[in-house]
């Protein structure tokens, strides 16, 4: 562990202050099963850490699926924290749909940081944002930029971009 000059590993802060995220955080094994869980991340799944700690794996739980509606658990080669326990690298800003215990969905950014201690397999280390409302905006933005307000027909920035797709394409 490289630390800063004049630091001493009994200054560092014990694991609970980052713990006690307001970021969900959750570790996970190369089985993407849940091996613990924060009490932010059981406020944003609605899962308690009783209720699925060691018991599945994070993909069927979370009904993960990316923007295309695939699920994740069919496909875990797509799976970001798989791929960062693969090839030991983290994964940042990895956007996908989960389902909560109570059915809603919600569009989370995930970074998955693989770590390894002394004598034990690799695990991720993965810390979850509600990106739901973000990505609404987003969309109502791309929204506005690309139709006419008073007709609601795609502008004419979307014309050309079409036109000269379709010219090309021809």
Not at 25 to 36: C, F, K, Q, T
Not at 77 to 99: D, M, N, S, T
Request: one cysteine or more.
């Amino acid at each position: 562990m490289s630390l800063a000059p004049g630091i001493e590993i009994e200054a560092l802060p014990p694991p609970e202050v980052l713990w006690n995220s307001c970021d969900g955080m959750m570790v996970i094994d190369e089985d993407r099963r849940i091996l613990a869980m924060n009490p932010a991340m059981e406020t944003l799944t609605g899962y308690s850490a009783e209720a699925v700690v060691g018991k599945m794996s994070c993909a069927v739980l979370f009904s993960c699926r990316d923007f295309h509606g695939c699920r994740l658990a069919d496909h875990p080669q797509e799976c970001p924290g798989l791929k960062a326990i693969q090839r030991y690298q983290p994964v940042r800003h990895a956007e996908y749909i989960i389902q909560t215990a109570e059915g809603k969905e919600r569009v989370i950014q995930a970074s998955y940081t693989p770590i390894q201690l002394p004598g034990r397999p690799v695990w991720d280390l993965v810390v979850m944002r509600d990106a739901t409302a973000q990505n609404r905006r987003e969309r109502r933005l791309a929204h506005r930029a690309m139709t006419d307000p008073l007709t609601g027909l795609p502008n004419r920035e979307v014309f050309f971009r079409v036109f000269s797709r379709e010219m090309n394409r021809s």
